[in-house]
């Protein structure tokens, strides 16, 4: 079973920025569909962003705009970007892969809050 890591939480004043990270050991970035899911205590989870392996995102309604997600090739990592931040973007985020072979993997989710 594959744990993947995220990285880069912590808090931030509304109106800043934040990056989140996620790393697999042994994954390549390129070879997953990958997502990030954000979960706020009393709240569902929910779908923040995707990216495919052909490269097509995807974005809730909150993170347009505000939010990017990417592959960073180099260091084989996947990125959100996140800009603009609001309280109500305060959550937990995880980050998770997958493939059309049954490859679902996630990690153990990066705090983020923002306040004043």
């Known amino acids: 079973q594959v744990e993947l890591v995220e990285s880069g939480g912590g808090l931030v004043q509304p109106g800043g920025s934040l990056t989140l990270s996620c790393t697999g050991d042994?994954?390549?970035?390129?070879?997953?569909?990958w997502n990030w899911y954000r979960q706020a205590p009393g709240k569902e989870r929910e779908l923040v962003a995707s990216v495919g392996d052909n490269g097509g995102r995807y974005y809730a309604d909150f993170a347009t705009v505000r939010f990017t997600i990417s592959r960073d090739y180099a260091r084989n990592v996947v990125l959100l970007r996140m800009n603009s931040l609001r309280p109500e973007d305060t959550a937990f985020y995880y980050c998770?892969?997958?493939?059309?072979?049954?490859?679902?993997?996630w990690g153990q989710g990066a705090q983020v809050t923002v306040s004043s």
């Open positions: 998770n892969a997958r493939n059309l072979w049954g490859a679902d993997y």
């Open positions: 042994g994954l390549g970035v390129a070879d997953y569909g």
